[in-house]
């Protein structure tokens, strides 16, 4: 019982650290994003700077989805132990 109760613990708790890395992740891409629109502002065209824009974006986007990948599948394992500790 105790054991069963630990384990489903854990279990939340690998939960509870994918959302973290999960949101962690999800900033880390804003900021790089971020960082690479500041600077496409220096010394390009506006053309460019829409370029440089929308790649940003898009590799942002890019790595925010496969941090939700990563966060789905550390949750479906963890609800797999919490089902085996059952």
Known sequence: MVSENIEKAKADAKKGMAD??????????????????????????????????AKADIKANAEKATADIKSVAQKAKADVEKKKAD
């Open 20 to 53: 973290i890395g999960n949101k962690m992740a999800h900033a880390k891409a804003d900021a790089k994003a971020d960082v690479e629109k500041v600077k496409a502002n220096f010394g390009h065209s506006v053309a460019e700077k829409k370029e440089a824009y």
